[in-house]
Nanobody, 128 residues
Framework: QVQLVESGGGLVQAGGSLRLSCAASGRTFSSYVMGWFRQAPGKEREFVAAISWGGSSTDYADSVKGRFTISRVNAKNTVYLQMNSLKPEDTAVYYC?????????????????????WGQGTQVTVSS
C-alpha cells in the first residue's frame, strides 16, 4: 500500500496559481487511480479531479474544469494539481488520495469511499 504526502499549498490572491504535489511511497504507484479532493470549513469533502493509472484519462468537478489540471509522473511516484485562476471559493484543505482499482474495471470514480489511501492534506487559501 502506498503512503501519500502532499505539498505546495499556501496563500494566494484571487486570480493566482498554485501547484500541489503528492509524493507516494512504494513501488505500486502506477496501479492506483489517483485523485484530489478538498474540504472547506463546515462542508463535506468534495471531489476535485482524478487521473487514470497511466495518466491518459482525467476527470474534473464542474467547479474547477478549465482552471485546474491533474497530471502524474509514474516514474517519480508523483501526482500534481495545477490550479490557475484561483477563486476565494477554492479555499480548502486539499487531499491527495489513491484508489486501488483493478485495471479490468472502469477507472473513473468520484466517490471518496472508493479511495482507500489518503494524504494528510495541505491548506490552500485564496484571498479576495
Amino acid at each position: 500500500q502506498v503512503q501519500l504526502v502532499e505539498s505546495g499549498g499556501g496563500l494566494v490572491q484571487a486570480g493566482g496559481s498554485l501547484r500541489l504535489s503528492c509524493a507516494a511511497s512504494g513501488r505500486t504507484f502506477s496501479s492506483y487511480v489517483m485523485g484530489w479532493f478538498r474540504q472547506a470549513p463546515g462542508k463535506e469533502r468534495e471531489f476535485v479531479a482524478a487521473i487514470s493509472w497511466g495518466g491518459s484519462s482525467t476527470d474534473y468537478a464542474d467547479s474547477v474544469k478549465g482552471r485546474f489540471t491533474i497530471s502524474r509522473v509514474n516514474a517519480k511516484n508523483t501526482v500534481y494539481l495545477q490550479m490557475n485562476s484561483l477563486k476565494p471559493e477554492d479555499t480548502a484543505v486539499y487531499y491527495c488520495a489513491a484508489a486501488d482499482r483493478p485495471k479490468t474495471t472502469p477507472w473513473r470514480t468520484k466517490a471518496p469511499n472508493e479511495f482507500g489511501v489518503w494524504g494528510q492534506g495541505t491548506q490552500v487559501t485564496v484571498s479576495s
